[in-house]
């Protein structure tokens, strides 16, 4: 197995990004070929998924700086997002009933995925309605716009749906600010933070195809087998919801700011409801998320878990403790990556850590396995720690 994981721990109010290492390791092969080499300490990954936190940071630094609110309905800023109607199954093969949403998408909607937008892969109906139409479902290839406009499944505010909401919250940043987002990204939270290797385009830093991790795939007998390698192609246009290369290192740089009394890239005040529960326990919204197969998230069963969701990822609102010995702290906020690569933050604690590898199919067992062994041995090992 191929992984790179590193834990740190801060609770500085200095202006700095650099946070105590607790533990930090390499570990296998750079891909399944017989001649790889060792994994090597300055690798990169790409992240797909855990791209999603820093579109949410980047969200809240405009409602911050009052170019929006989180409860402000959004039709006049993505008018492309208002006018996806609302997708039901007919009940006959190949048929769908259209309907117009009821209530506007807010930024909030967008940041706890309960706008009604869904990947269509991961949806039976859209699925269908994709194959009825000689399409195959898919993620977007070159981040224009179109290709996740495709039709909703819920009204606003109805149901936890996991989509493309940080695409279109990306999306929304970029007409906010009138830039592009790799270069808001860049200019508002790498630069601040020392960070030097994050792009969407490898095209823009030749380097790094040397240095990109390879993808594997792990086939039906659990043997690893070379896979393409960069996975996705080059994007047009940089999106909220995936693509970001980056090193451990830098994103740990990143998700330290994330503990830090006094952050860097939001106030404080911001950073503390970035971790708070969003979803009343009980509500629709709340029970809406055991619908969906939020496991991989907590350790692959959900014995123990009461699901909520914080406004940049999925949170623990209470400690997770199992006879299986697995344990993640309450305050915990968390979010993988289709490459099976899985981050975590804990602003009570102190303490954020990253998994990386380059894996696929996302959640294929002995990956998740691997990752709830790192996530027990951190918590028993540090959960004490602050």
């Given at each position: 197995?191929?992984?790179?994981?590193?834990?740190?721990r801060t609770n500085t109010p200095l202006k700095t990004y650099a946070g105590k290492t607790l533990y930090?390791?390499?570990?296998?092969?750079?891909?399944?070929?017989?001649?790889?080499?060792?994994?090597?300490?300055?690798?990169?990954?790409?992240?797909?998924?855990?791209?999603?936190?820093?579109?949410?940071?980047?969200?809240?630094?405009?409602?911050?700086?009052?170019?929006?609110?989180?409860?402000?309905?959004?039709?006049?800023?993505?008018?492309?997002?208002?006018?996806?109607?609302?997708?039901?199954?007919?009940?006959?093969?190949?048929?769908?009933?259209?309907?117009?949403?009821?209530?506007?998408?807010?930024?909030?909607?967008?940041?706890?995925?309960?706008?009604?937008?869904?990947?269509?892969?991961?949806?039976?109906?859209?699925?269908?309605?994709?194959?009825?139409?000689?399409?195959?479902?898919?993620?977007?290839?070159?981040?224009?716009?179109?290709?996740?406009?495709?039709?909703?499944?819920?009204?606003?505010?109805?149901?936890?749906?996991?989509?493309?909401?940080?695409?279109?919250?990306?999306?929304?940043?970029?007409?906010?600010?009138?830039?592009?987002?790799?270069?808001?990204?860049?200019?508002?939270?790498?630069?601040?933070?020392?960070?030097?290797?994050?792009?969407?385009?490898?095209?823009?830093?030749?380097?790094?195809?040397?240095?990109?991790?390879?993808?594997?795939?792990?086939?039906?007998?659990?043997?690893?087998?070379?896979?393409?390698?960069?996975?996705?192609?080059?994007?047009?246009?940089?999106?909220?919801?995936?693509?970001?290369?980056?090193?451990?290192?830098?994103?740990?740089?990143?998700?330290?700011?994330?503990?830090?009394?006094?952050?860097?890239?939001?106030?404080?005040?911001?950073?503390?409801?970035?971790?708070?529960?969003?979803?009343?326990?009980?509500?629709?919204?709340?029970?809406?998320?055991?619908?969906?197969?939020?496991?991989?998230?907590?350790?692959?069963?959900?014995?123990?878990?009461?699901?909520?969701?914080?406004?940049?990822?999925?949170?623990?609102?209470?400690?997770?403790?199992?006879?299986?010995?697995?344990?993640?702290?309450?305050?915990?906020?968390?979010?993988?990556?289709?490459?099976?690569?899985?981050?975590?933050?804990?602003?009570?604690?102190?303490?954020?850590?990253?998994?990386?590898?380059?894996?696929?199919?996302?959640?294929?067992?002995?990956?998740?396995?691997?990752?709830?062994?790192?996530?027990?041995?951190?918590?028993?090992?540090?959960?004490?720690?602050?």
């Amino acid at each position: 197995m191929v992984r790179y994981d590193r834990v740190c721990r801060t609770n500085t109010p200095l202006k700095t990004y650099a946070g105590k290492t607790l533990y930090n390791h390499q570990g296998g092969y750079n891909g399944a070929a017989e001649d790889a080499s060792p994994l090597e300490p300055d690798q990169y990954f790409w992240i797909a998924s855990c791209t999603k936190v820093v579109a949410s940071v980047a969200a809240l630094q405009c409602v911050e700086r009052g170019l929006i609110t989180l409860d402000a309905p959004l039709d006049k800023h993505l008018p492309e997002l208002d006018a996806l109607p609302i997708i039901t199954a007919s009940g006959e093969k190949d048929l769908f009933e259209f309907r117009k949403a009821s209530g506007v998408v807010t930024l909030r909607q967008l940041l706890t995925h309960s706008s009604g937008v869904v990947y269509d892969f991961i949806n039976p109906t859209l699925a269908a309605w994709r194959g009825s139409r000689g399409e195959t479902p898919s993620l977007s290839e070159t981040g224009h716009i179109e290709e996740f406009s495709i039709p909703r499944i819920a009204d606003p505010g109805e149901a936890w749906n996991y989509g493309t909401g940080l695409d279109w919250a990306s999306h929304l940043v970029e007409r906010l600010t009138e830039t592009g987002f790799e270069d808001y990204v860049q200019k508002n939270i790498a630069q601040p933070l020392g960070i030097k290797s994050w792009t969407w385009h490898m095209s823009k830093r030749p380097s790094y195809a040397e240095k990109l991790m390879k993808m594997s795939e792990r086939k039906l007998d659990g043997t690893l087998a070379a896979s393409k390698t960069p996975f996705r192609g080059e994007p047009l246009y940089e999106r909220g919801g995936a693509g970001i290369y980056t090193t451990v290192d830098d994103y740990m740089r990143f998700l330290t700011d994330l503990l830090r009394d006094s952050p860097i890239t939001l106030k404080k005040e911001t950073m503390d409801m970035m971790f708070a529960p969003q979803f009343e326990e009980g509500s629709k919204l709340q029970k809406s998320m055991w619908d969906i197969a939020c496991a991989p998230l907590v350790g692959q069963s959900m014995e123990g878990v009461i699901p909520n969701q914080g406004l940049g990822g999925y949170l623990t609102t209470h400690d997770i403790t199992r006879d299986d010995g697995y344990f993640k702290p309450k305050g915990t906020m968390c979010w993988h990556g289709m490459a099976n690569l899985c981050w975590n933050a804990n602003r009570e604690k102190g303490i954020a850590y990253f998994f990386a590898t380059q894996v696929i199919p996302w959640n294929e067992e002995q990956s998740q396995a691997l990752i709830k062994a790192f996530e027990t041995a951190v918590w028993a090992e540090f959960s004490s720690y602050r």
